[in-house]
């Protein structure tokens, strides 16, 4: 069974930083060869895209609500992705979910969730006012 851990979630004050971590739970599977994305699903919310890199770390997209302000990279020797935020706001509260990519070496970063095959339990992140 293959899992993706998310890490780094907590309670913040508006204009604070998070860095959440998504890694492998075990040994069998690698997430170095594949695009990686963010998730978030706020109170009340349908899920919606945050960001994603590709397997390589070559590209990157980011939802419009959050650029310039987080930051998507991956180190795969250690297979993580990493997400930092900055300047996080109130409406950034939300489960945050990390997903692997159904396609290995993809060359771009897909954008709609069912193109992700794999998926964590989620790190809650809130941003108090």
């Given at each position: 069974?293959?899992?993706?851990?998310?890490?780094?979630?907590?309670?913040?004050?508006?204009?604070?930083?998070?860095?959440?971590s998504c890694a492998t739970s075990g040994r069998t599977f690698s997430i170095s060869?594949?695009?990686v994305a963010w998730f978030r699903q706020g109170p009340g919310k349908e899920r919606e895209f945050v960001s994603a890199i590709t397997w390589n770390g070559g590209s990157t997209s980011y939802a419009e609500s959050v650029k310039?302000?987080?930051?998507?990279?991956?180190?795969?020797?250690?297979?993580?992705?990493?997400l930092q935020m900055n300047n996080?706001?109130?409406?950034?509260?939300?489960?945050?979910?990390?997903?692997?990519?159904?396609?290995?070496?993809?060359?771009?970063?897909p954008g709609h969730d069912y193109e992700y095959a794999y998926w964590g339990q989620g790190t809650q992140v809130t941003v108090s006012s």
């Open positions: 069974q293959v899992q993706l851990v998310e890490s780094g979630g907590g309670l913040v004050q508006a204009g604070g930083s998070l860095r959440l060869g594949t695009a310039g302000r987080f930051t998507i990279s991956r180190d795969n020797a250690k297979n993580t992705v990493y996080l706001k109130p409406e950034d509260t939300a489960g945050y979910y990390c997903a692997a990519d159904r396609l290995p070496l993809r060359p771009g970063v």
